[in-house]
């Protein structure tokens, strides 16, 4: 193991905290590419027939 | 720090889900191709005609769509799309998985930076993938009714739910276990972590559209390739998030 670098310090969590508001965003992408049939993007079926494929192979319920 | 953690998940995010895209192109889009025609099939034997097929549970369904013509994307497109779902999906999870490893390091697991991205890699695919999988596992095209699509979906996201607090949950028993002996930490986190996960997949319903007649071999492989899909999704994840950590730090010496 004495190639391998290790941790030093954990990074204090209030510094943590203000990237915590990029974890919403990371989520409504996730949304939109994995689940999205209109609710939210307001397309129609355009992101459920554009994303098909990937959803069904990333194992999420597709249709 | 956290910046360039956070830009690395995004950055390895996206080119695990370009792999991961490019092993379900040649593994899983064969099958999906394979559901498609016994669909079609269907569909234009149960209208009379194979003029127009139109999906069989279409009227007035919120999912309705379709594949073949008249489809808003064709095919052609459906199969590029899958590039730019896996590599976005790698993105939004890259972001998540790298604040979280932000939290984690110095704290749990590992103290070596590699292996605790491997480790959390390996643990992210048991949690948001595996046992959800196991409970609601992945169908190809001309499996599941689209009016029950987004109970279906409300219950594979808590699934996901499940997975995820219940590692927290094992990992926090095995932490506040005060005997120092590895396997009874171990047992203990371990019994904590499975308790909740069966019995969600006891409690939670059982979700079973497969139309009669649909080949189970075809299912198999579909849902081989799924999974396989995300295997080499967090497998490429966590290694390349490892080995970038290792050449920023060389770089600065």
Redesign the interface.
């Known amino acids: 193991?004495s190639g391998?670098?290790?941790?030093?310090?954990?990074?204090p969590?209030h510094?943590?905290a203000r990237?915590?508001l990029?974890?919403p965003v990371?989520?409504l992408?996730?949304y939109l590419?994995?689940?999205d049939?209109g609710a939210i993007s307001q397309t129609?079926?355009?992101l459920?027939?554009?994303?098909?494929?990937?959803?069904?192979?990333?194992?999420?319920?597709?249709? | 720090m956290i910046r360039t953690l956070l830009v690395r998940g995004l950055l390895v995010g996206l080119l695990a889900g370009l792999v991961a895209g490019g092993f379900a192109f040649l593994a899983g889009e064969p099958h999906i191709d394979s559901a498609i025609a016994l669909e079609e099939a269907a569909a234009a034997a149960a209208s009379g005609d194979g003029a127009s097929a139109p999906h069989s549970h279409d009227a007035g369904a919120p999912a309705e769509h379709h594949h073949g013509e008249g489809a808003v994307v064709g095919r052609p497109v459906q199969r590029a799309g899958l590039f730019l779902a896996t590599g976005l999906y790698g993105v939004a999870v890259g972001g998540v998985f790298a604040l979280a490893f932000a939290g984690l390091r110095g704290r749990v697991g590992p103290r070596s930076e590699p292996l605790l991205a491997i480790a959390a890699a390996a643990t992210a695919f048991g949690a948001i993938v595996l046992i959800p999988f196991l409970k609601y596992p992945a169908n190809p095209p001309a499996v599941g009714d689209p009016e029950t699509i987004t109970a279906r979906t409300l219950l594979y996201v808590v699934m996901v739910a499940v997975g995820l607090a219940s590692v927290a949950i094992g990992v926090a028993a095995a932490r506040r276990v005060t005997v120092q002996e590895v396997w009874a930490r171990g047992l203990v986190g371990g019994v904590c972590f499975l308790v909740p996960v069966v019995a969600a997949w006891v409690l939670l319903p059982t979700v079973d559209e497969v139309p009669s007649g649909f080949p189970a071999s075809l299912l198999w492989d579909f849902r081989v390739a799924s999974l396989g899909t995300q295997l080499v999704f967090w497998a490429a994840f966590g290694a390349l998030f490892a080995l970038a950590g290792e050449r920023a730090k060389a770089r600065v010496g």
Request: with cysteine; aromatic share 4%; net charge neutral.
């Open positions: 193991m391998l670098s290790t941790s030093a310090n954990p990074i969590l510094r943590l990237w915590l990029a974890v990371l989520m992408l996730a590419v994995l689940m049939n129609g079926t355009f459920h027939e554009l994303m098909h494929d990937g959803r069904h192979l990333l194992g999420v319920p597709c249709h």
